[in-house]
């Protein structure tokens, strides 16, 4: 149903074009933070590359945090390269505002590409980094699905905060789930470890990524894990994704669970 698409890029230039994006590049010097990011995000609405040059600058000098933002957002949409760089300082400054480092994390995503990869995992090593930052930076790298993030998401399952660990356990789900044919067996076994960490949300986290890869070898410690009482119910859900005889006896003794799901 095409009417319910968004509508056509207008791509072919008329008179009046030069004299449009002469303005909106103009206003993104405007004194009012609110016309600076209304400019910003025009000039990536419109696709307008010629201004990803005075974006850079005036992205690592905007004193406005939520058009600082904005100018991220808008190298994001252009999908600068050259900004990877300024953008990924932005995502690791402790001190910026929250609002300026989420949108430069989505910028680096939305770039994308085997660089932003490698920025992403350098900033990733930083250790002033704060546990929120961090696994925002792993879910990304997760979304990126680059082999080249593995090793570093594995480390990450060792992190202290719970809550990154949590976040390393899908982000590896989502890199393994992408690579099917050449899946990383020891990084499957690193998952695989965590389902005895200290933390329920995590060790439930475990399960749910098992479950979604489908491992063989994964299918005795599902098992194992579906006699426990903490993980019963994540764990016999888990081996309905990829039935096996083996989980015979499982499902039978779900069947006198009271649970709708199962």
Do not use: C, M
Not at 71 to 77: D, I, P, R, S, V
């Amino acid at each position: 149903q095409p009417a319910k698409g968004k509508p056509p890029a207008k791509t072919v230039d008329w008179e009046g074009t030069p004299i449009v994006l002469e303005a909106l590049r103009a206003r993104l010097d405007d004194a009012a933070p609110a016309v600076r990011i209304a400019a910003a995000g025009a000039v990536a609405e419109i696709d307008d590359q010629a201004s990803k040059t005075v974006l850079r600058a005036k992205f690592t000098a905007e004193p406005d945090a939520d058009a600082h933002a904005a100018f991220a957002k808008a190298l994001g949409g252009l999908r600068d390269r050259e900004a990877l760089s300024v953008l990924a300082a932005a995502v690791r400054d402790s001190n910026g505002p929250a609002v300026v480092r989420e949108a430069a994390l989505q910028a680096v995503e939305a770039i994308g590409g085997d660089e932003a990869t490698d920025l992403l995992v350098a900033v990733l090593d930083d250790p002033s980094l704060s546990d929120d930052r961090r696994k925002g930076v792993v879910a990304a790298l997760g979304r990126f699905q680059a082999d080249a993030a593995v090793s570093a998401l594995v480390k990450t399952l060792d992190n202290p905060a719970a809550s990154v660990r949590e976040a390393a356990v899908g982000a590896l789900a989502s890199v393994l789930g992408a690579q099917r044919l050449s899946r990383s067996e020891p990084a499957v076994t690193a998952v695989r470890a965590k389902i005895d960490d200290a933390d329920l949300a995590v060790r439930k986290k475990v399960v749910e990524a098992l479950g979604t890869l489908g491992d063989p070898a994964s299918t005795a410690t599902l098992i194992a894990a579906a006699q426990r009482d903490d993980l019963r119910i994540e764990a016999t859900d888990a081996l309905t994704v990829t039935p096996v005889k083996e989980a015979i006896p499982v499902y039978l003794e779900a069947l006198a669970l009271k649970t709708p799901t199962l």
